[in-house]
């Protein structure tokens, strides 16, 4: 394969331009093409740039070709340069992380660039300090504000922001409101030798501290989704049932149910709406447990991605929201939460601030409890209804980060300010364009699959093309057909990922141009000619 290049017609319309501050060369977004040389991506200074990181950093998702991208040269949109000459069109965003914007927004970047000759001074954020900034420079009540504002237009509730490090902790932190807000509430309910009953009936002792003693464990549950992803530590990572290769060898929290995703399902069927005095009366509480089955008092949280990211890019079905809605409405009057994980699809990504405003507008009860936010954020961070964090105790949320990295802050609340804006290449609002952006690019997806069942008959190449706004996918006929495409795609300067079994997820800028989809569909459906043509062959040796 010799130097490919999509050659779609420029827009000269789009005025977008990145400067780079190392050489002060001028780039205009709707002039750049995707060209690149596929021995240069996988020769031998790609391989040594791969091997170099790889002996001092494991080896994480893909480590088996040397997908290298250099944010010091051209990086703008979806555009981003590799090795050399070669640039790449980045349909992965960091898996969702580089901004709703991608690289380098020109309303955004300037403002990044006065910043940061100052804050690297001082990056450290935490609840000790309070912050202001007689410049102008954003801190962490300003994102808060922004966030909480958003968040009452969408829910027309009241919400506060917890700051944290990643999607992970915010998670965290979201699951530790909802059970100590279980625990409260059990306290009222129970009597302090209820509680040691059911403690001893469980099997849970007290463990001394310096200064006191606590319950060693305490029986709260957690509700999520068979192919979910919630992040990797601990909690978040019991929570997450989507490879095997997150969980297998790793200590798991007690008190965890997984239910399947996406399509009508019984709720009740893992439930025990026993009131919990009476199982503890009666002893019960250890035998309906070990049934499988969680009791209605102990359920303190279901966590949920409003559509599933590795589970493979799954969009519930109208029958699953309505069961959910049923459940909710049943059983919230007894403290059940409802965290909405927006890690991947907050801020927009789906024309709305949040991905659960999707589903909210027809199914009341699925109004978030708390809601968890990290990637284009660019800080983690969880927004809780403000009656959750009524009397809340000093020192039950703390951390070094706990107030967010300040350039951090800065990145997002320039970001929520622009997405107030309307862009001049597009015409209208951001939030609009997601939304219109979206439908173009899966109509495009749909037309590549007829044009490729014409050319391959019986293969079905191309089936599934789904999404909302700017988070796509599409399925292959195999797991194997995925990891070529997404190899030879990674040759043909674009970078995608696989999910689920055989999925290919894309994720796009909210201010996606069309001459930006008829790119990808272009490589894309170069690729998948490519790759059908040769469908007989052993798949593409790792360069590892």
Not at 312 to 324: H, K, N, Q, T, V
Request: net charge negative; hydrophobic share 40%; charged share 20%.
């Amino acid at each position: 394969m010799t130097t490919y290049t999509t050659s779609i017609g420029e827009n000269n319309k789009d005025q977008a331009t990145f400067t780079n501050p190392f050489t002060s060369a001028i780039y205009r977004r709707g002039s750049l093409q995707v060209k690149v040389d596929p021995a240069e991506l996988a020769g031998e200074k790609a391989v040594s740039v791969m091997e170099d990181q790889m002996a001092v950093i494991p080896a994480t998702t893909h480590h088996d070709f040397p997908a290298i991208i250099d944010p010091t040269h051209i990086a703008i949109g979806p555009f981003i340069s590799a090795l050399g000459d070669n640039l790449f069109f980045d349909a992965v965003l960091g898996v969702g992380t580089n901004a709703v914007f991608g690289y380098n927004h020109p309303a955004i970047f300037p403002k990044l660039q006065r910043l940061g000759s100052i804050i690297p001074g001082f990056m450290g954020a935490g609840t000790d300090y309070f912050f202001n900034s007689r410049h102008g420079a954003p801190v962490a009540q300003d994102l808060a504000r922004l966030m909480t504002d958003m968040a009452r237009a969408a829910y027309a509730t009241e919400y506060r922001m917890n700051f944290a490090n990643a999607g992970t902790e915010a998670n965290e932190n979201a699951l530790k409101v909802a059970m100590f807000n279980k625990f409260r509430q059990i306290k009222k309910v129970l009597d302090d030798e209820q509680y040691a009953g059911m403690c001893e009936q469980l099997g849970i002792k007290t463990i001394e501290m310096p200064r006191d003693s606590v319950w060693s464990n305490y029986p709260f549950y957690l509700l999520a989704f068979k192919g979910a992803f919630h992040g990797r530590t601990a909690t978040s990572n019991t929570l997450s049932l989507s490879k095997r290769r997150q969980k297998e060898g790793y200590q798991a929290v007690p008190y965890v149910v997984h239910v399947p995703y996406g399509k009508a399902i019984d709720f009740d069927e893992f439930i025990d709406a026993t009131p919990i005095q009476e199982l503890i009366e009666e002893k019960r509480l250890k035998s309906v447990m070990d049934s499988g089955k969680v009791p209605a008092d102990l359920l303190s949280a279901i966590i949920i991605e409003p559509i599933q990211g590795e589970g493979g890019y799954i969009i519930p079905s109208r029958e699953f929201l309505a069961c959910l809605d049923t459940f909710l409405g049943k059983y919230r009057s007894r403290g059940l939460c409802l965290i909405s994980d927006e890690v991947q699809t907050g801020l927009f990504r789906t024309g709305k601030f949040t991905g659960m405003q999707n589903w909210y507008e027809n199914h009341p009860n699925l109004k978030p409890d708390i809601m968890s936010f990290a990637k284009p954020l660019h800080v983690g961070g969880a927004l809780i209804q403000s009656r959750l964090l009524e009397d809340w105790p000093p020192g039950k949320f703390s951390g070094t980060w706990a107030e967010g990295n300040l350039l951090g802050i800065a990145v997002a609340v320039y970001t929520l300010e622009e997405l107030k804006n309307t862009d001049p290449c597009l015409g209208r609002s951001y939030p609009d364009n997601c939304i219109e952006a979206g439908k173009y690019l899966r109509q495009a997806l749909s037309e590549m699959g007829d044009r490729l069942e014409k050319k391959f008959p019986g293969t079905g190449a191309v089936s599934n093309v789904r999404g909302l706004g700017q988070m796509n996918a599409f399925d292959l006929p195999s797991h194997d057909l995925v990891d070529q495409v997404v190899h030879e795609s990674f040759l043909h300067g674009l970078h995608i990922l696989g999910t689920g079994e055989r999925s290919i997820r894309i994720f796009g800028t909210v201010d996606q141009r069309t001459r930006e989809a008829d790119i990808l569909v272009k490589i894309l459906e170069d690729v998948l000619e490519q790759v059908l043509s040769h469908s007989k062959k052993e798949p593409a040796a790792s360069l590892s």
